[in-house]
């Protein structure tokens, strides 16, 4: 009788072994067709070896007429990705532009959106970007006709172009306006100022 108890509690572990190992495997290749969802809406297209999405807005005086508590004044975002042939895996990156309203010069974000979930939100699927060493993060969804980019933070690390990082280095902090914004897809070229490989540059100005 223990005999068969002790059979049975095996087959049992078994069968509910092979069940959680299909479970998981089935969220795993969901993700990855979420993902593969994702980027073509983000590239307008499957990416080859490399893709670039570009975004761009430029408040107008009624705009920020209407949220004076907002900080910025223009930003853009570049959004590629690239295919590693060894991990035969796509690496999406992000560099983040932008002008202070009332401060002059421009400032500067990037950092990695590599292998980093997708995290949804009711119906919203946003693409999770990290700047390195606790440099914050930024969230990037995408309307549901794929012609605007949303970009979400609480904060993330900047630097002001052309001075040294030590002295450069600031953080862009959420406020009561600047937590959430909507960015319009636009020609690639439009966001070649973020980049500083010349290779790169060129590539963005053939698209």
Known sequence: MKFSLFVAAVIFATFIGAARAEEAEDIREAGKTEAETFNARMYAGTPGNKAYACFVRRYDAEHLAR??????ALMKLLVSAEFDSEDKQLHNSFRLGFKYRHRS???NSGGSCSHVAFVKDGNDVRLGCGVDCEGGSIGVALSKD???AVVRLVRVRVWQNNKPDDDA???????????IF???RTDARECASLVTDRKEVAALRHK
């Open 146 to 148: 794929d012609k605007s």
């Open 105 to 107: 010069g421009d400032f």
């Open 67 to 72: 949220h004076p508590k907002q900080k910025v």
């Open 182 to 184: 909507r960015l319009d």
């Open 169 to 179: 280095e600031q953080s862009l902090v959420a406020g009561a306006d600047d937590g």
